[in-house]
């Protein structure tokens, strides 16, 4: 069964960064693509990027090209969504979302979400 | 981008009876050469990740309750429960899969009358 099991909670300020880890089980984890999306309070769902945890290559959202890092640790399972220059706007929850079984970027298994909350 | 517009924004509707959820998007999500639609349905609770209700505009996830039905293609697409029952209180999304960024629906949120 897979599992998509997110870091806690996270408070920081204006011009900080974050850094927000997702870990894998339950399935081979360098054959799915890795997605990020986040939710701010009472909104809309917001793709952020994609990583391919085999190689580690990234795919962004133009939004958060330069804001945004996205990385993966093979060792551990495990991905990591890094988003810098953090302002009030940032404050949502972010999910990892795992790419479908036969390899299409719908969202089969998502993780818990982790609240990031930007303020001074 | 793909913007990808649901209505309506909110819904009411009674126990046992239907509820009908449409999504609109920008430009085609039919990819000609498998004829596929690259659409997919969310059901998202308070507190609670998105589940995938639906993917390929139609095809019910496994452990769906098959009063949970979907339609469409091309640019137009509808989610359908059939018979309102009570866990069915939601925000629902349309979601496309064809080209990224992937997008997203504003949410419809589905509340019992």
């Known amino acids: 069964q897979v599992h998509l099991v997110q870091s806690g909670a996270e408070v920081k300020k204006p011009g900080a960064s974050v850094k927000v880890s997702c870990k894998a089980s339950?399935?081979?984890?360098?054959?799915?693509?890795m997605h990020w999306v986040r939710q701010a309070p009472g909104q809309g769902l917001e793709w952020m990027g994609v990583?391919?945890?085999?190689?580690?290559?990234?795919s962004y959202a133009q939004k958060f090209q330069v804001r945004v890092t996205m990385t993966r640790d093979t060792s551990t399972s495990t991905v990591y969504m890094e988003l810098s220059s953090l302002r009030s706007e940032d404050t949502a929850v972010y999910y990892c979302a795992r790419r479908s079984r036969d390899g299409y970027n719908y969202f089969e298994s998502w993780g818990q979400g982790t609240l990031v909350t930007v303020s001074s | 981008d793909i913007v990808m517009t649901q209505s309506p924004d909110s819904l009411v509707v009674s126990l046992g009876e239907r509820a009908t959820i449409n999504c609109k998007s920008s430009?085609?999500?039919?990819?000609?050469?498998?004829?596929?639609?690259?659409l997919a349905w969310f059901q998202q609770k308070p507190g609670q990740p998105p589940k995938l209700l639906i993917y390929w505009a139609s095809t019910r996830e496994s452990g769906v309750p098959d009063r949970f039905s979907a339609r469409g293609s091309g640019t137009d697409f509808t989610l359908t429960i059939s018979s309102l029952q009570a866990e069915d209180v939601a925000v629902y999304y349309c979601q496309q899969y064809y080209t990224t960024p992937i997008t997203f629906g504003q949410g419809t949120r589905l509340e019992i009358k």
């Open positions: 339950g399935y081979t984890f360098t054959t799915y693509f």
């Open positions: 430009q085609s999500v039919l990819y000609s050469s498998n004829n596929k639609n690259y």
């Open positions: 990583i391919n945890p085999s190689d580690g290559s990234t």
